[in-house]
Every structure is written in structure tokens, then in C-alpha cells.
Nanobody, 121 residues
Framework: VQLQASGGGVVQAGGSPSLSCAAS????????VSWFRQAPEKEREFVAV??????NLYYADSVKGRFTISRAKNTMYLQMTSLKPEDTAVYYC?????????????????WGQGTLVTVSS
């Protein structure tokens, strides 16, 4: 499975960009998938996860109520709203949760290359 993230860029605070992650391979539809982000000089952190059926979704407290994760066929999405400067980071999509902890980046088998979101104040 190969993942290709897109949709990043420079956005004003309060903006509502959407990120996409296109996947190759038929197995993607059976994977739990997530978004993570990594700000400069910080560790990669969990943002949101969605189960393969799309019926279980969880969010980091820092984005709850502002971000929405979704998926359709071989693509996953992250709709972001009310962006803040602290949301500035490289956003990564991840697939195939092989462990039991969706919040741990070490538990994923596939990663996209990341897309930078810069929020200007």
C-alpha cells in the first residue's frame, strides 16, 4: 500500500482546509487509518483515527470539535476548521494498525509522505 497525502499549504487562522490521502492497493479499505502531525522540534502526535468500517472515530482533545476524519474507497480525508497557529505541522496519513493502540505511531504499517500545513496569525 502506498499513501499520498495532499492539501497542505499556508492558511490563515480560522481557515478550513481539507487534507486528502490517496491509497493504492485493494487492502486499504480493510485498514484502520489515522492522521498524525508533527510540529517543528516536537514528536509526532496523534490527530484522529477511523476504523475500516468508518463506525468508530476518535480525536485528540486538541482537535476535537474542529477536525473531522472520514474515508471513502481508497481515500481518507481530514477536514479542518477553526485553525489555530498551534495547528501548524506536517500532517501524515497512516494505515494498517497492527497493534492495539491507535494513538501510537509505531503501530502502523504504512505512512504517507506528509503534507505541511502552516497557519498564519
Amino acid at each position: 500500500v502506498q499513501l499520498q497525502a495532499s492539501g497542505g499549504g499556508v492558511v490563515q487562522a480560522g481557515g478550513s482546509p481539507s487534507l486528502s490521502c490517496a491509497a493504492s492497493g485493494h487492502a486499504f479499505s480493510r485498514y484502520t487509518v489515522s492522521w498524525f502531525r508533527q510540529a517543528p522540534e516536537k514528536e509526532r502526535e496523534f490527530v484522529a483515527v477511523i476504523s475500516w468500517l468508518g463506525d468508530n472515530l476518535y480525536y485528540a482533545d486538541s482537535v476535537k470539535g474542529r477536525f473531522t476524519i472520514s474515508r471513502a474507497k481508497n481515500t481518507m480525508y481530514l477536514q479542518m476548521t477553526s485553525l489555530k497557529p498551534e495547528d501548524t505541522a506536517v500532517y501524515y496519513c497512516a494505515a494498517q494498525l497492527v497493534g492495539t493502540d491507535p494513538y501510537n505511531p509505531d503501530g502502523y504499517g504504512y505512512w504517507g509522505q506528509g503534507t505541511l500545513v502552516t497557519v498564519s496569525s
